[in-house]
């Protein structure tokens, strides 16, 4: 119930970001990743668990590091509104021509 | 990435009546939501409808009137948010109305749905992203110094 929430703080931050824009080049170890950015490690960690949290990247052990890999899941969870609001839509349309519908038979007899 | 919606119907009545059923508060409120609409630029209204927290939405939509063209054009702004106060998607409703025949065709936009920063983020990695060009411009952004020593 929390994914959207998370989806949206998660790209929310331009170092998040970025570590997205990296990550979209290639998958990184936690090391590479963090040699981009002038903060501390936890910082660097801290950043990759909201992110991994919110679906956008999976973590991979690999022989003795720890990759980031970019996940397509947190991608899809951001067009939700889409489907939403197009369902939404529709059936409301179809309320108003069943309203329409009904007043015109009214009027009619 | 698509950001909007984008429907026609044709409705079998005239657009007289589809434009007071647009703009009419009551006669909006049984087919759409509830709401304080007036058809006038510039009012501020909201629909109520019933939340759905994991769409970040409070169950409130927040909208202002922003044109109105009697019998064709109608556009309002459609803001909601997970809280009174918090807005997470701003978007832009729009609804034209053409006369056909005895009837209307009725045109609905919803567009901006999605936030423009994350809409900037997304297409920068989803879309659109040369590699070459990408990288090297997020390799600028975060260390100045490879430019320098590449030229």
Redesign the interface.
């Known amino acids: 119930?929390k994914?959207?929430?998370d989806t949206?703080q998660a790209?929310?931050d331009p170092n998040r970001?970025?570590m997205?824009?990296?990550l979209?080049?290639d998958s990184l170890t936690i090391n590479k990743l963090a040699e981009?950015?002038d903060m501390t490690r936890p910082a660097v960690s801290k950043h990759i668990k909201i992110l991994y949290r919110a679906g956008f990247i999976t973590i991979e052990d690999i022989g003795r590091e720890r990759h980031c890999i970019?996940n397509q899941n947190g991608?899809k969870e951001?067009?939700?509104?889409?489907d939403?609001?197009?369902n939404f839509?529709?059936t409301?349309?179809k309320?108003?021509?069943y309203?329409?519908?009904e007043k015109?038979k009214k009027n009619a007899n | 990435?698509?950001?909007e919606?984008r429907?026609t119907?044709f409705?079998?009545?005239s657009p007289a009546?589809?434009w007071e059923?647009l703009t009419n508060s009551e006669l909006l409120s049984?087919?759409?939501m509830a709401n304080d609409f007036r058809p006038v630029a510039g009012h501020h209204f909201m629909f109520r409808a019933g939340p759905?927290?994991?769409?970040?939405f409070d169950g409130n939509i927040y909208c202002q009137v922003l044109e109105i063209q009697p019998l064709k054009k109608l556009s309002y702004s459609w803001k909601f948010g997970?809280e009174p106060g918090k807005i997470?998607?701003d978007s832009l409703v729009t609804w034209t109305l053409t006369a056909r025949g005895q009837g209307t065709e009725?045109s609905?936009v919803?567009s901006g749905?999605?936030?423009p920063?994350?809409a900037i983020?997304?297409q920068?990695?989803?879309e659109g992203?040369d590699?070459n060009v990408?990288?090297r411009m997020?390799q600028l952004?975060?260390?100045p110094k490879i430019h320098e020593t590449n030229s």
Do not use: C
Not at chain 1, 78 to 82: A, D, E
Not at chain 2, 52 to 56: I, N
């Open positions: 119930m994914q959207t929430v949206f790209i929310g970001r970025l997205l824009r990296l979209s080049k981009n950015f970019l991608f951001l067009r939700q509104w889409i939403y609001f197009d839509w529709q409301k349309l309320k108003l021509e309203l329409l519908n015109s | 990435m698509q950001t919606i429907h119907w409705l079998d009545h009546t589809v059923h049984q087919w759409l759905v927290p994991k769409m970040d997970p997470v998607l009725l609905l919803h749905l999605q936030e920063e994350h983020a997304i920068g990695m989803r992203w590699k990408g990288t997020v952004m975060i260390n």
